[in-house]
């Protein structure tokens, strides 16, 4: 680990010939002299020099705190996905009372390599360097580093592209249990259906509001999401028809659906289910895979799923939720229906 690093300031003055010399650091390290007939000058600029360079350097938590601003406010990001951020460019960096250039590109390195090997899924580790880059990045644009030490930090591993999903009868067997226990009145087996049977983002679940529910209880309506293509208006299928329909009677318009939870709380409620189904334990966002999966499967045209699932294009679909397995089996389906043979050779007369 580095040793924290006054930064830019100055020493002295140290007599010099007939006059006074005062030594100068910059933030990179490098050193320099200034010369003054008078001692008074030379202590002058020192003060000076101290006071700027106070001003100019910042800690990481600091950068930080500004980081947010920018974040939320300049690109109009959501809160959910700032701590999301915030969460993964702390677990990699660690210590925050550092000074922002005490991070060398060495150090940089050495962070990321201890990070990736603390038992973290490959994605996970991955996705902390991205957004510290881009953090790092963001703070040598506004000068307070001389260049972003995690500019060559490569990424280790492999990305896996999507999140594992449930076999059919798997997700009946979820679905059986999760519906008992909507049926009973417990809320968050409600609220966890809907990243299958809707395709939900585990966000869009948690903002919407009663409002949302709109059309008699037929539509849900999503008006803000993480992109431009999540917002969309999608019919509620039948068995969520009436249980949202009863959620939602008789309550405030502006009151959230399901009250004020992390997204992290319908991962662990998907999660539960599969225990007490029985079956393996998938993420929400397996879920929401598996949605676009059977949708494609049941020959759904992909523009249709893309739309449906509020992505951009049909590649991050087919790349990160749908299997390749279903969009072959899609495509054999659809060239059997173009050579249709008879069921059964007829009888010769």
């Given amino acids: 680990m580095p040793r ?3 930064g830019a300031h100055a020493i002295g003055p140290y007599p010099h010939r007939e006059g006074w010399r005062v030594v100068v650091f910059t933030r990179d390290g490098s050193r320099s002299s200034k010369k003054y007939e008078r001692r008074e000058d030379a202590e002058a600029f020192r003060d000076i020099y101290n006071s700027d360079a106070a001003n100019d350097v910042l800690t990481i938590a600091q950068a930080l705190v500004k980081y ?3 974040y939320l406010v300049t690109r109009g990001n959501k809160l959910n996905s700032w701590t999301n951020t915030r969460w993964k460019i702390a677990g990699l960096l660690g210590d925050e009372s550092l000074e922002l250039d005490a991070v060398t ?3 940089a390195a050495e962070l990321y390599a201890a990070y990736a090997k603390s038992g973290l899924a490959v994605n996970s580790h991955r996705g902390a360097l991205v957004d510290t880059r881009t953090f790092f990045g963001w703070c040598s ?3 307070w580093i001389d260049a972003n030490p995690f500019a060559d930090v490569q990424g280790i591993g492999r990305k896996v592209k999507g999140k594992d999903q449930l076999r059919r ?5 979820w679905l059986r249990v999760a519906y008992a ?3 009973s ?3 968050r087996a409600l609220m966890a259906m809907m990243t299958l049977l809707l395709g939900c983002r585990a966000s869009e679940i948690l903002q919407r509001q009663v409002r949302d529910v709109d059309d008699a209880g037929t539509v849900l309506v999503i008006p803000l999401s993480k992109t431009e293509a999540g917002r969309r208006v999608l019919q509620i299928p039948g068995p969520l028809q009436y249980l949202l329909a009863a959620l939602v009677k008789g309550r405030d318009g502006e009151e959230l659906l399901f009250g004020q939870h992390d997204r992290r709380f319908v991962n662990a409620w998907v999660g539960k289910i599969c225990a007490l189904a029985g079956v393996r334990r998938v993420t929400a966002h397996g879920m929401r895979g598996l949605h676009a999966s059977l949708a494609i499967e049941e020959g759904t045209t992909a523009h249709v799923v ?6 951009e294009s049909f590649t991050v679909t087919k790349d990160h939720y749908a299997t390749a397995q279903s969009i072959a089996s899609a495509h054999h389906r659809r060239v059997g229906n173009v050579f249709q043979l008879p069921a059964k050779k007829e009888e010769s007369k």
């Fill in 68 to 70: 947010r601003d920018f």
């Fill in 306 to 311: 893309t739309a449906a699932m509020g992505h």
């Fill in 141 to 143: 644009t506004n000068g």
């Fill in 4 to 6: 924290k690093r006054r």
């Fill in 169 to 173: 009868d798997e997700a009946r067997a």
């Fill in 181 to 183: 226990m909507a049926v």
């Fill in 185 to 187: 009145g417990d809320e």
């Fill in 105 to 107: 590109p060495r150090y």
